[in-house]
């Protein structure tokens, strides 16, 4: 029996484990780097052992440490979670077989097999499992598009779709360094490209009693760079198909003698035919779902059985209802999903019913709380988001509208990229298949149009003269900006996410209402104040009222509303001289490592060609002249460490 259990894993799915652990009576050990000493998995876990070192190479990658950890610790099982080392033959077979501890998850010799999905493709196909056609020698494609994928690893990393045979060359070769960084291998395929596919995986448990079954299927569709942000169960399949690919899925655990959690994924064709993808060997991120229609808790299910415990069903439970999870992830949708990092000053998600656990309503799963930092080194995700109602459409409503609400303050998110896709009528429609986003262009833009923004400007504008009037020593009767000459407003200037400044100018009169107001740029919608405090602004804007929430970190001001959400910076009035930049420089968009340089000094470039690649976040980010010129200074070599804002290089026409 497990009495002692070490989670390898970080971030929410650490916090997801713990939350199972403390209701069965285990004792939680948790493995920390140094970038996450505050992070709230370590402070939930009953022990925490230190894991010198930042990146995921230095700490949760490396098998030593986390087994030497495993020892101090005195824990008797290893919970791997998902990603880092979780389908990991050789950690699976050293937590067993040399630590003698209890792998949670499927025998090492399974995971080798499915690992390496050359091998797995091979061997699932003998066994009945349809197949895409699939190359190893670049030489041998001859029909496009197709899809250059790692052999190891998953999550969308390593995998180019090429159309055409010019960039079959260098896919293949950027999909091996991102697979190498990622998995520690480099080693990719190239299969056939199924346009307008959906992505569906059927979730299989085993027991070491022989035990397989099919415990419901997912849509996993909606992805971006080929990683997951919707997941959805069940999938809208009709039932004959719902069948096929439940048998296939269990044919495919019978062929390995699949012992645990894992997921058997499909590529389904606009025909109706289906491929098999991969089998994760491992808890998937988008589990939950699955607990929400099944009732299961899936972690639960892992522990028992890998204690030996037969499964407590021999036919998979029916479902109820209809669940959707939401990947929130530090990125910004409308900088080409950009990576962002930094501190998440507030994060709230109104209507949340539960926490790590299966429920009916709203579920949240996350790794952060308010002033938790996001980190350059690991995953852009930061929390799931799911919903649970007895329909699809009432799902998708009450998920999107917990999103359109959500407090996420200090860090850019893709939240206004989920709420647009769950709010559209092809996604409500079911249209939906792996190239959705490329398609539907306009689910990028934030919720908040930019005619609205002077509007928030003008609350946070409204809400800092509050603040004044509440400290201030005297007169406080009187209307902070309030003059005897009305011919002097108030002015605030601020700057949003982008970069561009708005100036507000504004009059109070004695009685505290807004006397007049006014923007530059020009705002034209008229606004009456109805109520300002320090934290709440109320505004007749439209003919209708608004109640605006105004979040004051330092510079920053952050404003939720029913129209969106703005994050803007207060801009000093009277600047002071800053360092200059000499013209034509190019600056980091975000923190990273260079990974390559594509071009020397002295080079001539035109506008759109590649000058280096960053690795931020696990992922390969090309950095692209911006103007033709020649090329006069690169100040930072391959390996070289940056913080968003350095110099990478400088242009001159």
Aim: contains cysteine; charged residues 20%; proline residues 6%.
């Amino acid at each position: 029996m497990i009495t002692r259990l070490l989670v390898a894993n970080r971030g929410e799915i650490a916090r997801r484990i713990f939350a199972t652990c403390r209701k069965l009576g285990i004792t939680t050990i948790a493995v920390y780097s140094d970038a996450d000493a505050d992070a709230p998995f370590v402070a939930e876990a009953d022990l925490a052992v230190r894991l010198p070192g930042h990146t995921a190479a230095e700490t949760y990658l490396d098998m030593v440490q986390i087994l030497r950890a495993a020892r101090r610790s005195g824990a008797d099982a290893v919970h791997p979670g998902y990603g880092f080392l979780a389908e990991n033959a050789e950690f699976a077979t050293r937590v067993a077989d040399h630590a003698g501890l209890t792998w949670v998850g499927p025998p090492a010799k399974v995971i080798a097999a499915m690992g390496d999905k050359l091998a797995a493709k091979a061997l699932l196909s003998d066994a009945g499992v349809p197949m895409l056609p699939t190359w190893t020698d670049a030489e041998q494609v001859t029909d496009y598009p197709v899809l250059v994928k790692a052999a190891a690893g998953g999550g969308g990393r390593g995998m180019r779709v090429v159309r055409d045979p010019d960039g079959l060359a260098e896919a293949i070769a950027s999909a091996r360094r991102e697979a190498a960084a990622a998995f520690g291998d480099g080693t990719v395929f190239v299969e056939r490209y199924v346009e307008r596919g959906r992505h569906v995986e059927v979730q299989i448990f085993g027991d070491t009693h022989g035990t397989i079954v099919a415990l419901g299927e997912r849509d996993c569709s909606i992805q971006r760079r080929h990683q997951k942000i919707i997941e959805e169960a069940p999938a809208v399949v009709d039932p004959g198909l719902r069948a096929r690919l439940h048998e296939a899925a269990v044919v495919a655990g019978r062929a390995v003698d699949y012992v645990g959690a894992g997921t058997v994924e499909f590529l389904l064709a606009p025909s109706g035919e289906f491929f098999f993808l991969e089998m994760n060997t491992r808890l998937q991120v988008e589990h939950p779902v699955t607990e929400a229609v099944t009732g299961l808790d899936l972690v639960r299910l892992q522990l028992l059985v890998a204690e030996g415990e037969p499964l407590p069903f021999a036919v998979a439970p029916p479902t109820d209802g209809h669940a959707i999870e939401v990947r929130l992830c530090a990125e910004d949708p409308v900088l080409n999903f950009r990576p962002a990092t930094g501190t998440l000053h507030r994060f709230a998600i109104p209507g949340v019913v539960a926490e790590f656990a299966p429920t009916r309503g709203l579920r949240l799963d996350s790794g952060v709380v308010d002033g938790s930092t996001v980190s350059v080194h690991y995953d852009s995700m930061v929390a799931k988001v799911v919903a649970w109602a007895p329909t699809r459409a009432e799902a998708a409503r009450a998920l999107a509208g917990a999103l359109a609400r959500a407090e996420l303050h200090g860090v850019a998110t893709n939240r206004d990229l989920l709420v647009r896709v769950l709010r559209s009528p092809e996604f409500g429609a079911m249209a939906v298949d792996t190239g959705f986003l490329d398609r539907h262009a306009e689910v990028i833009a934030p919720l908040l149009s930019a005619d609205l923004l002077p509007v928030m400007a003008l609350a946070a504008a409204l809400a800092s003269a509050a603040t004044r009037r509440a400290t201030a020593p005297v007169l406080a009767g009187l209307p902070s900006g309030w003059r005897n000459v009305p011919a002097f407003p108030q002015v605030s200037r601020y700057a949003d996410r982008a970069g561009q400044e708005i100036e507000v100018r504004y009059r109070l009169g004695r009685d505290g209402r807004l006397a007049e107001w006014s923007t530059d740029p020009a705002g034209e919608i008229p606004a009456r104040l109805e109520e300002a405090t320090p934290d709440r602004v109320v505004l007749t804007v439209l003919e209708s009222r608004w109640q605006l929430r105004v979040h004051r970190v330092g510079s920053a001001v952050f404003v939720d509303g029913p129209a969106g959400a703005a994050s803007l910076t207060e801009l000093p009035r009277l600047p002071l001289p800053t360092a200059q930049v000499a013209a034509g420089s190019l600056l980091a968009p975000l923190p990273g490592a260079v990974t390559r340089v594509h071009v020397d000094v002295g080079q001539r470039v035109v506008a759109g060609d590649p000058l280096l690649t960053l690795e931020a976040m696990k992922l390969e980010h090309q950095v692209l002249a911006p103007s033709d010129g020649v090329v006069t200074e690169l100040p930072v070599p391959v390996g070289g460490q940056v913080r968003t804002g350095a110099v990478l290089a400088v242009i001159e026409n």
